[in-house]
């Protein structure tokens, strides 16, 4: 059974950065496409960013293209998200998944197997 566990998310000032990390536990890491989702209340969980089995490929939102940078570390089953110039537009939960399945940069939701419990990232204006 895979576990997915986010962490380093907190309350900070628009333009600030936060990097939020999500160990992974269970599988054979290196083996899957990892993205990274958010969901603000009242909306829909979305898309914000997936990176290939080996780093190499990676893809974004519009709405965080620039801004903000995922990478993983297979050695350390570990995947990461960088976010600089934060807006209060991107207060959500973040969740990072796991796609077992579709060896692709999948933005879609239902394409991920696995799901962490999320992590609250919360900018002041």
């Known amino acids: 059974q895979v576990q997915l566990a986010e962490s380093g998310g907190g309350l900070v000032q628009a333009g600030d950065s936060l990097r939020l990390s999500c160990a992974a536990s269970?599988?054979?890491?290196?083996?899957?496409?990892m993205g990274w989702f958010r969901q603000a209340p009242g909306k829909e969980r979305e898309f914000v960013a997936v990176?290939?089995?080996?780093?190499?490929?990676?893809y974004y939102a519009a709405s965080v293209r620039g801004r903000f940078t995922i990478s993983r570390d297979n050695a350390k089953n570990t995947v990461y998200l960088q976010m600089n110039s934060l807006k209060p537009e991107d207060t959500a939960v973040y969740y990072c998944a796991m796609d077992r399945d579709n060896p692709s940069l999948s933005i879609r939701r239902s394409d991920y197997d696995y799901w962490g419990q999320g992590t609250q990232v919360t900018v002041s204006s």
């Open positions: 269970g599988h054979t890491f290196s083996r899957y496409y």
């Open positions: 990176i290939s089995r080996n780093g190499g490929s990676t």
